[in-house]
């Protein structure tokens, strides 16, 4: 039998043996175009890319039954539903024990007693789940009981065992396994009792070792495996070999002027720019963990970009490795700010805009398009697909993104994890990692940065231990940090410890918005409800020749995003901001006075950074911290964790009350070596046994890097505030009526980004508006706009004795 004489298929336009060949190939060339170290594990680069080929060669044997055949030909759609459900149909787990037993064959004679006696197991969870996310190790394989083998007993008589002789021996041809078809029929139940036998002692490996390793080897393979079966699947495969010259962010500069601006600002943003980008040369490529820690404001968002361009042109130069630049942000709300910064280095540069090949925002706000730098464009599913591959060179996308992608059971998330290889990974804000993590990102990350030659670039004012530098874990690129941060004499920080409540705070900042009418205010606060009460009170004084902002997450994301850019622009009009603490992180705003509740340390250091921040202003700005309460409580209690609160008013009350911009950095190293002197690890350890013993499910219901603290039970409300939203409701409303759920999902896709530009996500005990039926959505239609969304403030919630927090 010849592969022309071929019938059996893995897709209705698709052959079996090609799709197998296919995935093999894109699976083995994948893990070879990565550079690893993974000399511990045993397995040196052409062993992991032949496990690569042969798990791709594997995934789809279940498909040569005659039931599958029966259930892809058949052409009545609700008919082929139904055979969906059935197990006789589905493919995974006959796949799966296919897997393990060409990769026992292969691993057998390596004769190695390391991770590589265990990769046939780790090949039966990776191809057992490849259409689904993953579950824990040993409930997984647990599954193989008597039911489910007599099950596979109907598969294994249904085979066309002549086809798949065919092709599996030209598909293994040149590896030394004796495959044979019939042995493998006649002794499955042998090999399911295997896999059983061999659970016990891996899950026993697994608890002994307690090593990072297992989790980052099967997720790869799990990841290059489904990205490989949904590329050749789709058809879709964009690849192409893009230079970005290493000197991209020193010939903007010069474009700019930058370099001729002698203001104090820009001294200091051009003294940390050249000691960043000068240490490429002498760097120690084995040290891969870096931190760049300098003042709000300094420019580190093209010291960052410019230092990893560097970085990568000389890890390619050297050591013949392609990095990705994958820059990360905790908010939504300066993600499109550096964005924008990177594209316009681009467009100066290069003098046009980089495709998104080169440049590629990933968030659920962003575009859906992509175009290559051969023109060639995609929309819809296609685009969508490409964009959460992260098929870039430069990526700039969210903490949520990144960190739920290298912590995750997700299928979806999990096909860029083999991406991270290789990258150069700079994250922006990283104060904003909540420390009950620290522990399990540390594990993880180092293990990408020894095993995946990753390089990590941690980037903020406000350096979080998670990283020791006394223990010389990461390496300081800012070696004159100190000095830097006594040349910034920008403002100047009071800080008040008594209580006051909210009638109080009123009169003190109604009286000194009175007397200084030339000064803009930015008051941040931490409840919703608190928020709202200082607004409305300073709104109501309608003060001449001032303007008033409110900002908070109740504001639908389109007006929030308008609200912060005409608080960026110049204007004759004075500006008075209240805002939630979503203002803190890099929105780059700059004001004369501030207000702050008390936060901790990190948030304190983040919200001054909007004080005087471009040190435009006659005289220091000044930073006030206040304690507000209510009838209860201290309204910090409702946001913060008492051990973080805690420890801030230790460091506060061993300072003095007036603190300036030269004492932030022994401020901030205090702070954070408390929280990490004292904090429990309990969390982080728990999280960390689940990585270690591959508890995949157990992982991902426990890990949330944005944490709810109110607790309360959430509904997305989409508001008809104008008449575009109007539109895009009609248009969503119409998506009921497509039954086929490919075709519903690429109209989706067409108005996903102006759909969430109106929606916000509120209590559900505050949404009294009747949900629309079977949408599992909230919704303020346009006439009822005035009872339920004021324009000023966003959504009008039921406050009352509620305590909101943002």
């Known amino acids: 039998m010849s592969s022309c004489d071929f019938h059996l298929r893995s897709h209705p336009d698709k052959l079996l043996f090609r799709h197998l060949s296919n995935v093999g190939n894109k699976s083995s060339s994948t893990s070879e175009e990565k550079s690893l170290s993974l000399d511990k594990f045993g397995i040196d680069e052409n ?27 058949e052409t009545n759609p609700s008919i082929q539903r139904s055979l969906k459900n059935k197990k006789e149909y589905q493919h995974g ?114 608890k002994k070792e307690q090593f990072t390793g297992y989790y980052l080897i099967t997720l790869t393979l799990y990841s290059i495996l489904i990205n490989s079966d949904k590329i050749d699947a789709s058809s879709i495969d964009v690849s192409s070999e893009i230079e970005i010259s290493p000197e991209l962010v020193d010939k903007y500069k010069v474009e700019k002027g930058f370099q001729n601006n002698e203001s104090i600002m820009n001294k200091v943003r051009n003294e940390i720019y050249e000691e960043v980008t000068e240490s490429i040369e002498k760097l120690d490529l084995n040290k891969k963990i870096y931190s760049i820690s300098v003042p709000t404001g300094s420019g580190k968002t093209l010291t960052s970009l410019s230092f990893a361009l560097k970085l990568k042109a000389r890890l390619r130069k050297e050591k013949r490795i392609n990095s990705k630049i994958i820059y990360s942000l905790p908010f939504l709300s300066i993600i499109d700010q550096n964005y924008d910064a990177f594209e316009d280095v681009f467009k100066t540069v290069e003098t046009s805009n980089p495709s998104e090949d080169v440049l590629l925002k990933h968030h659920h706000l962003a575009d859906i398009f992509y175009r290559t730098q051969d023109d060639e464009e995609f929309e819809g599913l296609k685009s969508l697909f490409l964009i959460e591959g992260w098929n870039s060179e430069i990526i700039v996308t969210t903490f949520v993104q990144f960190f739920h992608t290298i912590v995750s059971n997700k299928n979806r ?61 990461i390496i300081e690129l800012v070696k004159n940090k100190d000095k830097y941060f006594r040349e910034f004499d920008r403002v100047k920080l009071e800080i ?119 040190s435009s202003k006659p005289k220091r700005g000044e930073v006030k911290i206040v304690v507000l309460k209510d009838e209860r409580k201290e309204l910090h209690r409702y946001i913060y964790s008492s051990f973080l609160i805690d420890k801030t008013r230790d460091v506060l009350k061993e300072s003095p009350s007036e603190l300036y911009e030269k004492d932030l950095i022994s401020l901030n190293n205090s702070y954070f070596r408390k929280v990490k002197d004292t ?60 039954k086929d759920p490919l075709k519903r999902k690429e109209k989706y896709l067409t ?50 004795s509620t305590m909101m927090c943002d």
């Not at 150069?424 to 180092?446: A, G, M, N, R, T």
């Not at 995946?452 to 903020?460: A, P, S």
């Not at 999280?687 to 992982?699: I, R, T």
Request: charged share 30%; aromatic share 12%.
């Open 751 to 800: 108005i996903r980004k102006e759909f969430n530009e109106y929606l916000i996500s509120v209590p559900k005990k505050d949404f009294s508006c009747e949900e629309p039926e079977d949408l599992n959505i909230g919704y303020v239609p346009f006439e009822q706009i005035k009872h339920y969304y004021n324009p000023e403030t966003g959504f009008i919630f039921e406050l009352k």
């Open 93 to 206: 787990l006959i796949s799966a024990i296919f897997a393990y037993y060409i990769l026992k064959m292969y691993i057998y004679p390596l004769n190695n007693k390391n991770i590589l006696e265990y990769i046939p197991v780790i090949g039966y969870l990776i191809v057992k789940r490849h259409h689904g996310n993953l579950k824990d190790s040993e409930d997984e394989i647990l599954e193989l009981d008597e039911d489910t083998l007599e099950i596979i007993d109907l598969q294994i008589e249904s085979l066309d065992t002549r086809e798949l002789k065919t092709i599996y021996e030209e598909l293994l041809d040149g590896y030394a396994i004796s495959f044979d078809i019939d042995t493998f029929c006649n002794e499955y139940r042998s090999i399911a009792k295997d896999i059983l036998k061999n659970r016990r002692k891996f899950i026993k490996l697994l």
């Open 413 to 473: 998330s999990l096909r860029k994890f083999h991406t991270i290889a290789n990258s150069i990974v700079i994250l922006d804000e990283v104060q904003s990692i909540p420390h009950k993590y620290w522990l399990l990102l540390k594990q993880v990350i180092f293990g990408f940065a020894e095993y995946f030659n990753t390089y990590f670039i941690f980037v903020t004012a406000t350096q979080p231990l998670i990283f020791d530098p006394e223990k010389k874990e």
């Open 679 to 738: 904090s429990s690890e309990d969390e982080s350890n728990k999280l960390l046994s689940y990585v270690n013993e591959l508890k995949f499910k157990s992982l991902t219901s426990d890990f949330r890097l944005i944490d709810d603290k109110a607790g309360y039970e959430k509904i997305d409300v989409f508001v008809e505030l104008d008449d575009k939203a109007v539109e895009i409701w009609k248009e969503y409303i119409l998506l009921k009526s497509i």
């Open 496 to 614: 008040n410890l008594n209580p006051m409540n909210l009638d109080e705070f009123k009169e003190t900042i109604e009286s000194e918005i009175k007397e200084k009418p030339k000064k803009d205010f930015l008051v941040v606060l931490n409840t919703v409800k608190s928020s709202l009460n200082i607004f409305n009170h300073l709104n109501k004084l309608k003060l001449e020749n001032t303007t008033y902002y409110y900002l908070s997450t109740n504001i639908i994301p389109k007006e929030r995003l308008k609200k912060i850019k005409e608080i960026k622009e110049e204007s004759d009009k004075r500006k008075i901001i209240v805002s939630t603490q979503l203002i803190e992180a890099g929105v780059d705003i700059d004001v004369d006075i501030v207000y702050r509740d008390f936060a901790t340390i990190d948030s304190i250091n983040q919200v001054a950074g909007r004080c005087n921040r471009n």
């Open 47 to 73: 062993t992991f890319s032949n496990i690569a080929y042969l798990v791709g060669i594997c995934h789809d044997f279940g498909k040569g039954t005659e039931y599958f055949q029966s259930y892809l030909l």
